[in-house]
């Protein structure tokens, strides 16, 4: 595990040309996401859970995951103003980080019950253009976006919370990929529509996350399969948003999402937090 994960990391540390200073290398960090599903009983204890493709998560990975998951209290789920059992699929973002010596420390950061749903989308065909200095620089990153959707299905507020990218530069160029990649997510968001939020639905505005992940990959060749991989990368900066209501929408930090796709609300409330280490 120590060897896979210095691995990881050295090759995005070794993978670049320009000098960085030693606060942007000491922020390198390495992820990965697992996704399954999870039951829990009508007190909001976990009933049980089953990840997806376990053959390709390693001991560590399992073990973690059976230490916390367990142990989960969430708020109960209401039917009729009865507490029921529920079930349903989550999304888990575990995050090595080097404390030093060589060492690394593990946990799962954040965590996102529910599926992407299609049903609310109208028209995405509008797709984020990769930007070209950074395909001549071979950087990839993710960006997360959370959308404000009004009555009648339009974006009416766009914010890139957060950008993650897989170099190592100065502050400052860091910055600049930064804003490559948020520009580009936004302009193909601001032509996006989705359907209006229910009649019944109090508010007047629906709020969904959409990650956006720009990969370089040969022409004609699918997307390569990440699952159960650590991927190394530095973190970016938070981006807050007024009307985003984190406590809705996943436990934890912003990147829990498994990929591309439109997210709501979490179906499941976790009261546990994730942050005791």
Do not use: C
């Not at 030693?22 to 960090?29: A, G, K, L, Y």
């Not at 580009?184 to 956006?212: E, K, M, N």
């Amino acid at each position: 595990m120590k060897r896979l994960l210095l691995g990881v990391l050295g090759v995005l540390l070794a993978g670049t040309a320009i000098a960085s200073g030693p606060s942007v290398r000491d922020r390198v960090e390495a992820s990965m996401v697992v996704t399954g599903t999870i039951g829990i009983t009508p007190k909001g204890t976990v009933l049980g859970y089953a990840l997806d493709r376990p053959d390709r998560l390693s001991p560590l990975v399992t073990r973690l995951i059976g230490q916390d998951v367990p142990r989960w209290t969430f708020k109960p789920v209401l039917m009729h103003g009865k507490p029921v059992a529920a079930k349903a699929k989550m999304s888990l973002r575990l995050v090595a980080t080097p404390i030093g010596d060589d060492r690394f420390q593990v946990a799962i950061r954040s965590a996102y019950f529910g599926e992407p749903d299609g049903s609310m989308v109208k028209d995405m065909s509008d797709r984020p253009r990769y930007p070209e200095p950074a395909i001549h620089a071979r950087v990839e990153g993710t960006v997360f976006l959370a959308l404000r959707i009004d009555r009648a299905g339009k974006v009416h507020d766009a914010v890139a919370q957060q950008v993650n990218l897989r170099a190592i530069a100065s502050e400052r160029v860091l910055q600049r990929w930064r804003q490559l990649f948020a520009e580009s997510g936004l302009a193909a968001a601001r032509h996006w529509t989705f359907a209006p939020a229910a009649s019944d639905d109090t508010g007047l505005y629906r709020v969904v996350r959409v990650p956006i992940a720009y990969e370089l990959h040969e022409q004609g060749t699918a997307r390569p399969d990440h699952y159960g991989q650590w991927i190394g990368y530095v973190p970016g900066p938070v981006e807050p948003a007024p009307w985003f209501d984190k406590d809705k929408m996943l436990t934890g930090s912003n990147d829990a999402l498994p990929g591309d796709g439109v997210y709501g609300e979490s179906s499941l409330s976790l009261l546990t937090p994730l942050d005791r280490s």
